[in-house]
Nanobody, 115 residues
Framework: QVQLVESGGGLVQPGGSLRLSCVASEIMFSIYTMGWYRQAPGKQRNLVAS???????NYAETVKGRFAISRDNAKNTVYLQMNSLKPEDTAVYYC?????????WGKGTLVTVSS
């Protein structure tokens, strides 16, 4: 059974940084596009960033220049480095893996940006 397990969330002050990690198991990790999504209270889940198996990246406009997605195929892990965090970045962040008709989700990790 495919599992995606996120970690690294927490409380951070505005302007601070966090790095999220997502470890995948029971999946041919390197062929999947990996993504980070987020969902704030009362809002829909939206893409934050994604990275293909070959390393091509895509970012939401709201995080460009502040967030960086990367992956380590040898460790079946995808990362999201978040810098210059703002209160509006507060959300549950979900790891996603997809390839064609196959979509998998983690359970999410909460990021709270507040002073």
């Amino acid at each position: 059974q495919v599992q995606l397990v996120e970690s690294g969330g927490g409380l951070v002050q505005p302007g601070g940084s966090l790095r999220l990690s997502c470890v995948a198991s029971e999946i041919m990790f390197s062929i999947y596009t990996m993504g980070w999504y987020r969902q704030a209270p009362g809002k829909q889940r939206n893409l934050v960033a994604s990275i293909t198996g070959s390393g091509n990246t895509n970012y939401a406009e709201t995080v460009k220049g502040r967030f960086a997605i990367s992956r380590d195929n040898a460790k079946n892990t995808v990362y999201l480095q978040m810098n210059s965090l703002k209160p509006e970045d507060t959300a549950v962040y979900y790891c996603n893996a997809y390839r064609g008709a196959y979509w998998y989700w983690g359970k999410g990790t909460l990021v709270t940006v507040s002073s």
